[in-house]
């Protein structure tokens, strides 16, 4: 999962398998969705590579990005990182995300926010069948 702002720079990631640097990956969904704006007014809402799906939400200048097995109902996929988006904007107000002066810290302890999202899936059966 990540959070990009709008200038491509990542200010929350929760990475289990380890791809790519997080900033190179902000600047490359961002130039993704810069292109695919041009070409569709809402730009790019999923993408999948090899067995990964992404799916893409935006709002007020960030985009959510979360990334799933192709197993994973989009639908689910979605609810999960809508879940997420609104519990972002709850932790940090309109005031604070306005007044942002692009130091990521103050975003650092968002994963506590989000734990349950965030919970590795074979994490989230074991929780629900034992």
């Known amino acids: 999962m ?7 720079i990542v200010v929350f990631s929760r990475v289990y398998e380890e791809m790519l640097d997080d900033q190179l990956f902000g600047a490359l969904l ?24 992404f799916t893409i939400l935006k709002r007020a200048h960030f985009i ?13 996929a979605l609810q999960e990182l809508r879940s997420v988006m609104d ?13 942002w002066d692009n130091d ?8 506590n926010e989000i734990e349950d999202s965030l919970d590795d899936p074979i994490k989230k059966m074991e929780k629900a069948f034992w």
């Open 104 to 111: 990521v810290s103050i975003f650092s302890n968002f994963d």
């Open 30 to 53: 961002t130039a993704l969705n810069s292109f695919a704006e041009q070409i569709a007014q809402d730009g790019l809402s999923n993408f999948e590579l090899g067995n990964k799906r």
């Open 2 to 8: 990540w959070i990009i702002s709008e200038g491509g």
């Open 64 to 76: 959510f990005i979360a990334n799933s097995d192709k197993k994973i109902k989009p639908k689910k």
């Open 87 to 99: 519990k972002f904007f709850t932790v940090y107000s309109k005031e604070t995300i306005n007044n």
